[in-house]
């Protein structure tokens, strides 16, 4: 399992910002919080005009990252196959991924896993800033692409 750090939390914070009412996303999706994307099952209890605290915010946070944790984890066991052939710091890029993209947004970068796999960080990264992802948010993807092109393999 990935180990959640507190780096890892700032920067997932830092990029998401923190807002405790709930409001449409760039693609016109309900969110809350620290990124939390509001599922129709939640719609209830997270309503327009109507603030969580902090706290809410904090455990929602939570839950949603180990949960992108546990994404990225199974996805590096099918496209790599080994844990302990990426170095760490490219496992926390995938977290981030899979809290923004969701498993099934990051299963798609084909290429970046193909790269990946051979230990290529700067062909993952030009295969990150070659997407969607790029254009919807080009200031998170390329400070995520530039931490995978510098990364050190052993």
Request: hydrophobic fraction near 40%.
């Amino acid at each position: 399992m990935i180990e959640i750090t507190q780096d890892l939390k700032d920067r997932i914070r830092l990029h998401e910002g923190c807002v405790l009412e709930p409001y449409d996303d760039s693609l016109g999706k309900l969110t809350v919080g620290i990124g939390h994307l509001v599922m129709p099952h939640e719609r209830k209890r997270f309503q327009v005009g109507v603030k969580i605290t902090q706290e809410e915010a904090d455990e929602l946070f939570d839950i949603d990252l180990n949960r992108a944790a546990a994404g990225a984890d199974e996805l590096i066991m099918k496209n790599i196959g080994n844990h302990d052939d990426l170095p760490k710091i490219i496992h926390h890029v995938l977290v981030e991924m899979v809290f923004q993209l969701g498993k099934t947004g990051v299963k798609q970068f084909r290429n970046m896993w193909a790269s990946l796999k051979e230990k290529d960080g700067e062909m993952a990264a030009m295969h990150m800033k070659d997407s969607r992802w790029h254009k919807q948010t080009k200031n998170r993807c390329e400070s995520l692409a530039k931490i995978v092109a510098s990364a050190k393999w052993i």
